[in-house]
Protein backbone atom coordinates (compact mmCIF):
# COMPACT_ATOMS: atom_id res chain seq x y z
CA UNK A 1 0.00 0.00 0.00
CA UNK A 2 1.27 3.48 -0.91
CA UNK A 3 -0.10 7.14 0.74
CA UNK A 4 1.64 10.49 -1.02
CA UNK A 5 1.12 13.99 0.19
CA UNK A 6 3.05 16.91 -0.86
CA UNK A 7 5.42 18.05 1.92
CA UNK A 8 4.48 20.18 4.50
CA UNK A 9 5.43 23.81 3.85
CA UNK A 10 7.43 25.13 6.74
CA UNK A 11 9.70 28.36 7.48
CA UNK A 12 12.75 26.58 6.76
CA UNK A 13 11.37 24.89 3.91
CA UNK A 14 14.26 25.27 1.30
CA UNK A 15 14.86 24.71 -2.40
CA UNK A 16 16.24 21.02 -1.98
CA UNK A 17 13.28 20.25 0.11
CA UNK A 18 11.07 21.02 -2.88
CA UNK A 19 12.92 19.07 -4.99
CA UNK A 20 14.23 15.95 -3.22
CA UNK A 21 11.70 12.84 -1.94
CA UNK A 22 10.84 11.68 1.85
CA UNK A 23 9.92 7.89 2.56
CA UNK A 24 8.57 6.55 5.49
CA UNK A 25 8.12 2.46 5.58
CA UNK A 26 5.40 0.92 8.13
CA UNK A 27 6.28 -2.87 8.62
CA UNK A 28 4.45 -4.26 11.53
CA UNK A 29 5.11 -7.46 14.53
CA UNK A 30 2.59 -9.07 12.30
CA UNK A 31 4.70 -9.65 9.96
CA UNK A 32 7.16 -11.95 11.47
CA UNK A 33 10.25 -11.88 13.85
CA UNK A 34 12.47 -8.73 13.85
CA UNK A 35 14.63 -10.63 10.55
CA UNK A 36 11.71 -10.91 8.90
CA UNK A 37 10.87 -7.49 9.31
CA UNK A 38 13.97 -6.09 8.33
CA UNK A 39 14.39 -8.20 5.10
CA UNK A 40 10.89 -6.75 4.09
CA UNK A 41 12.29 -3.52 4.93
CA UNK A 42 15.68 -3.91 2.89
CA UNK A 43 13.58 -5.38 -0.14
CA UNK A 44 10.87 -2.37 0.01
CA UNK A 45 13.63 0.36 0.53
CA UNK A 46 15.90 -1.09 -2.80
CA UNK A 47 12.42 -0.95 -4.95
CA UNK A 48 11.51 2.65 -3.77
CA UNK A 49 15.83 4.21 -4.77
CA UNK A 50 15.16 2.44 -7.78
CA UNK A 51 11.86 4.01 -8.56
CA UNK A 52 10.98 7.13 -6.69
CA UNK A 53 14.01 9.42 -8.84
CA UNK A 54 12.08 8.07 -11.54
CA UNK A 55 8.66 8.38 -10.99
CA UNK A 56 7.99 10.06 -8.01
CA UNK A 57 6.76 13.67 -7.66
CA UNK A 58 9.29 16.56 -5.94
CA UNK A 59 8.63 17.64 -3.10
CA UNK A 60 5.92 15.04 -1.68
CA UNK A 61 6.65 12.28 1.21
CA UNK A 62 6.21 8.76 0.67
CA UNK A 63 4.42 5.55 2.80
CA UNK A 64 4.88 2.06 2.29
CA UNK A 65 2.78 -0.12 4.24
CA UNK A 66 4.43 -3.34 3.84
CA UNK A 67 2.25 -6.81 3.18
CA UNK A 68 3.39 -10.35 3.60
CA UNK A 69 3.73 -11.01 0.33
CA UNK A 70 6.38 -8.35 0.24
CA UNK A 71 8.57 -11.18 1.63
CA UNK A 72 7.87 -13.76 -0.75
CA UNK A 73 6.94 -11.97 -4.54
CA UNK A 74 9.86 -11.79 -6.88
CA UNK A 75 11.37 -8.75 -6.94
CA UNK A 76 10.58 -7.73 -10.39
CA UNK A 77 7.20 -8.01 -9.16
CA UNK A 78 8.16 -5.85 -7.08
CA UNK A 79 8.95 -2.97 -8.48
CA UNK A 80 6.38 -3.28 -11.29
CA UNK A 81 3.64 -2.84 -8.25
CA UNK A 82 5.33 -0.04 -6.96
CA UNK A 83 5.68 1.52 -10.45
CA UNK A 84 1.75 0.97 -11.04
CA UNK A 85 1.31 2.90 -7.33
CA UNK A 86 3.87 5.69 -8.44
CA UNK A 87 1.97 6.79 -12.00
CA UNK A 88 -1.51 5.89 -11.09
CA UNK A 89 -2.23 9.26 -9.62
CA UNK A 90 -1.16 10.90 -12.87
CA UNK A 91 -2.63 8.58 -15.08
CA UNK A 92 -5.81 10.12 -17.01
CA UNK A 93 -8.28 7.10 -15.60
CA UNK A 94 -7.62 8.05 -12.56
CA UNK A 95 -10.95 9.48 -10.42
CA UNK A 96 -10.10 12.47 -7.91
CA UNK A 97 -12.23 13.13 -4.82
Given at each position: ??????T?????????????????L??????????????I????????K???????????????????????????V????????????????????
Amino acid sequence: MLQAAPTAETASASLESATSFRYGLVVTKKMGNAVTRNRIKRRLRACIKSLLPLYGKPGYDYVLVARQAALILPFAVMLDDLKQALVWPDSPTATKK
